[in-house]
């Protein structure tokens, strides 16, 4: 699976790329090669970072599911107590 993005985010980064190179390294890149750089950049370097990112999701997914039996509890025969009456006494 590749990792795409959309058409305007994009054109987007390959702006972002080119003006990068101007202020930074005081080169001028064009168009089509910061393109290139930005199909390299997501085919090879992408998804190191979408690898992670899906790993601290599903860490954090985990730990939220393993909280759903504390949040959520509910203790059993209750009624009673609540009517004032305590618990019937076992045979």
Same mark, same amino acid.
């Given at each position: 699976?590749?990792? @795409?993005?959309?058409? !305007?985010? &994009? /054109?987007? %980064?390959? %702006?972002?790329?080119?003006? #990068?190179? !101007? @202020?930074? =390294? *005081?080169?001028?890149? +064009?168009?089509? /090669?910061?393109?290139?750089?930005? +199909? $390299? $950049? =997501?085919? @090879?370097?992408?998804? =190191?970072?979408?690898? !992670? %990112?899906?790993?601290?999701?599903?860490?954090?997914? =985990?730990?939220?599911? *393993? *909280?759903?039996?504390? @949040?959520?509890?509910?203790? /059993? $025969?209750? #009624?009673?107590? &609540?009517? +004032?009456? +305590?618990?019937?006494?076992?045979?």
């Amino acid at each position: 699976m590749g990792i @795409e993005i959309p058409r !305007q985010a &994009r /054109a987007d %980064a390959v %702006a972002s790329i080119e003006r #990068y190179f !101007q @202020e930074h =390294l *005081e080169q001028k890149i +064009g168009n089509i /090669a910061a393109g290139a750089l930005l +199909g $390299f $950049f =997501l085919e @090879e370097i992408a998804p =190191l970072v979408y690898n !992670q %990112a899906v790993a601290d999701v599903q860490e954090r997914m =985990l730990q939220r599911v *393993e *909280e759903l039996d504390i @949040e959520l509890h509910e203790d /059993a $025969f209750q #009624y009673w107590s &609540r009517q +004032g009456r +305590g618990r019937p006494r076992s045979p």
